[in-house]
T-cell receptor, first 112, second 112 residues
Framework: GAGVSQSPSNKVTEKGKDVELRCDPISGHTALYWYRQSLGQGLEFLIYFQGNSAPDKSGLPSDRFSAERTGGSVSTLTIQRTQQEDSAVYLC??????????FGPGTRLTVT | GESVGLHLPTLSVQEGDNSIINCAYSNSASDYFIWYKQESGKGPQFIIDIRSNMDKRQGQRVTVLLNKTVKHLSLQIAATQPGDSAVYFCAEKGQAGTALIFGKGTTLSVSS
C-alpha cells in the first residue's frame, strides 16, 4: 500500500518568509511524528500527535514552529519568519503502535 | 540526559564481508531499540528492532545484539552488498515514551 508522503520534496524560501510542509501518513496510522535532520546529523524530534490527544510539542525549537493535524490524518508543519538555521530536511513518520515508525521521503528546506 | 551515539562515523568494507555497526546508549530505562537505513535523498527505512527483554534478534542477513550491562547495541550485516551502502542510525525509545531518540549515524561504504 501507499507509504508516508510529504510535499513539497524541496522548498527554497527567503529568510523571513513563512513556509508550510505537508505530511500524509499511512492510512489508519494513529500516531504521527515530525523530525528535523540537519546535514550529516541524526534526526531531531519536533512534535508528536497521537489520536485525539494533545500533541507532544516538547521538541519544537522555538515558537516560530507549529504543527497541526486535521481529522487525525494529514499534518502541516509551519515555520514562521524562517531563518537560515532552519535549513534542513524535515521528515514525517507515522505508526500504529508506540514502536516502529514509517518515514516519508522528507522535505528539503533551504532558507536563503 | 538521554543520548544515543555511534562509535564510528564511517565504515568501509569489501563486498561479501560481514559488517558490524556499533551504537552506545545512555538511558538504562529505554525498553526498545531500532536500526534504520537511510539512502541518499530518502527517508529512513526500518531494518530491525529489539526490545529490552531480548539480547539478540535475527532478520534476513541482519542481526541486532543488545548488551544492557554496558548499554551497547550493534547491527551485524552478513555478506555485505553494494546495495547496503547507506547511513545507518540506531534509535532508542526515550523516557517520554513517544519519540525515538536517534544517534548521528554511521556511513557504510561497500566496495566491489
Amino acid at each position: 500500500g501507499a507509504g508516508v508522503s510529504q510535499s513539497p520534496s524541496n522548498k527554497v524560501t527567503e529568510k523571513g518568509k513563512d513556509v508550510e510542509l505537508r505530511c500524509d501518513p499511512i492510512s489508519g496510522h494513529t500516531a504521527l511524528y515530525w523530525y528535523r535532520q540537519s546535514l550529516g546529523q541524526g534526526l531531531e524530534f519536533l512534535i508528536y500527535f497521537q489520536g485525539n490527544s494533545a500533541p507532544d510539542k516538547s521538541g519544537l525549537p522555538s515558537d516560530r514552529f507549529s504543527a497541526e493535524r486535521t481529522g487525525g490524518s494529514v499534518s502541516t508543519l509551519t515555520i514562521q519568519r524562517t531563518q537560515q538555521e532552519d535549513s534542513a530536511v524535515y521528515l514525517c513518520a507515522s505508526s500504529t503502535s508506540r514502536y516502529e515508525q514509517y518515514f516519508g521521503p522528507g522535505t528539503r528546506l533551504t532558507v536563503t | 540526559g538521554e543520548s544515543v551515539g555511534l562509535h564510528l562515523p564511517t565504515l568501509s568494507v569489501q563486498e561479501g564481508d560481514n559488517s558490524i555497526i556499533n551504537c552506545a546508549y545512555s538511558n538504562s530505562a529505554s525498553d526498545y531499540f531500532i536500526w534504520y537505513k537511510q539512502e541518499s535523498g530518502k527517508g529512513p527505512q526500518f531494518i530491525i528492532d529489539i526490545r529490552s527483554n531480548m539480547d539478540k534478534r535475527q532478520g534476513q542477513r541482519v542481526t541486532v545484539l543488545l548488551n544492557k550491562t554496558v548499554k551497547h547495541l550493534s547491527l551485524q550485516i552478513a555478506a555485505t552488498q553494494p546495495g547496503d551502502s547507506a547511513v545507518y542510525f540506531c534509535a532508542e525509545k526515550g523516557q517520554a515514551g513517544t519519540a525515538l531518540i536517534f544517534g548521528k549515524g554511521t556511513t557504510l561504504s561497500v566496495s566491489s
